[in-house]
């Protein structure tokens, strides 16, 4: 199979609804429609094997995480999916992979209406780099640097499930076989927020999107706010899905290694977000219309730096403080 055919019959479609693109993969360049005044959103992530994914990976799985990690991108700006390009290094034309890859990646894109528009391909180590574009109304953009002192932190769905099967895979943890299996799907196949980022426009005062982990991630928010901001641990402890399952409860993992998986695992694509506490009914509101929970976790303050506090407000100094570098 060449070059061409390999693009032909995996990633060459008739144009898809809504029509974002009025030219697709084909020409030297592909051409959108915009929505006359909005401003493009534009974000590209790469992935690369042994460092995002594991070789024997599930190839529909991969497809789809590659533009997951990327619409998380355009989720946590507000902004609308309209298309995306795909450079992609493969080692071979290997058909059994190339199928369900193509499978995973297009059947998340129809799911928000992101037309694959173009990209490049080469032989190569395998290696995948999506660039993504979104529509924002002007100065709606959801941007890290908005939150103020008195703000609310909240974070969307689940956290830490993702790093709890990572550890699994990686032999480090033993798990339970349905545990680790609702696990995986998470770390394989991550739910962009997409609907909820859009929801909060005009509500959030700054957003973020968790993949590294959320104290890494919301404190870059936090110095992009000039603030600082105070965690209740006793809250952020049940994010975890995994806490759920009748055999977590049998003792199998410490309460440690769950709140460690929450607020220092990675690859989550949740959204952590700041919004004033007189939003707290809009922010009901926009959760329910997005159809994904959000949990109210803490607090913003002035002083920089990000404290985690138990149940009772006191500081929990010790035990953390090997997550002390994110503050
Ligand atoms: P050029 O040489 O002008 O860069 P190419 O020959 O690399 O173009 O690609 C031919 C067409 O196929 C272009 O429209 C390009 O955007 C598209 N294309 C190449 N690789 C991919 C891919 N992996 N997914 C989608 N479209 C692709
Ligand atoms: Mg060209």
Redesign the pocket.
């Given at each position: 199979m060449s070059?061409?055919d390999?693009?032909a019959r995996?990633?060459?479609r008739p144009a898809q609804p809504p029509g974002r693109a009025a030219l697709?993969?084909?020409?030297?360049?592909?051409l959108l429609r915009l929505t006359p005044g909005m401003q493009l959103a534009v974000s590209s992530d790469m992935l690369v094997e042994g460092r995002h994914f594991f070789a024997d990976v599930d190839p529909a799985a991969l497809g789809h995480k590659a533009l997951a990690v990327n619409l998380s991108d355009l989720a946590a700006c507000g902004a609308a999916p309209l298309a995306f390009?795909?450079?992609?290094a493969l080692p071979r034309a290997d058909e059994a992979w190339l199928a369900p890859f193509s499978r995973g990646l297009l059947a998340l894109a129809d799911g928000h209406g992101c037309e694959?528009?173009?990209?490049?391909?080469?032989q190569g180590p395998l290696n995948l780099c999506i660039t993504v574009f979104g529509e924002v109304p002007p100065g709606q953009a959801l941007l890290r640097s908005g939150a103020q002192a008195g703000d609310d932190v909240y974070v969307s769905g689940t956290l830490g499930d993702a790093r709890l099967a990572l550890q699994a895979l990686r032999g480090s943890l033993k798990l339970p076989a349905d545990l680790l299996a609702q696990a995986r799907i998470r770390l394989e196949q991550p739910t962009p927020r997409v609907a909820l980022g859009q929801a909060l426009r005009g509500i959030a005062s700054a957003a973020i999107d968790v993949s590294d982990g959320l104290l890494g991630d919301h404190g870059h928010l936090l110095k992009q706010s000039g603030v600082g901001a105070r965690i209740d641990t006793s809250i952020a402890i049940n994010l975890i899905a995994a806490s759920t399952y009748s055999n977590w409860a049998g003792g199998i993992i410490s309460s440690q290694k769950q709140l460690e998986c929450v607020l220092a695992g990675g690859d989550d694509y949740e959204l952590a977000f700041s919004a004033p506490p007189s939003a707290r009914e809009a922010v009901q509101a926009a959760s329910r219309q997005a159809g994904t929970p959000v949990t109210r976790i803490g607090r913003i303050e002035a002083e920089p730096g990000l404290r985690l506090v138990d149940g009772d407000g006191k500081l929990l100094a010790g035990r953390f403080a090997s997550f002390d570098h994110f503050a």
């Open positions: 070059e061409f390999l693009i995996y990633f060459t697709g993969v084909g020409d030297d360049c592909a390009t795909l450079a992609l694959l528009v173009g990209g490049d391909t080469t």
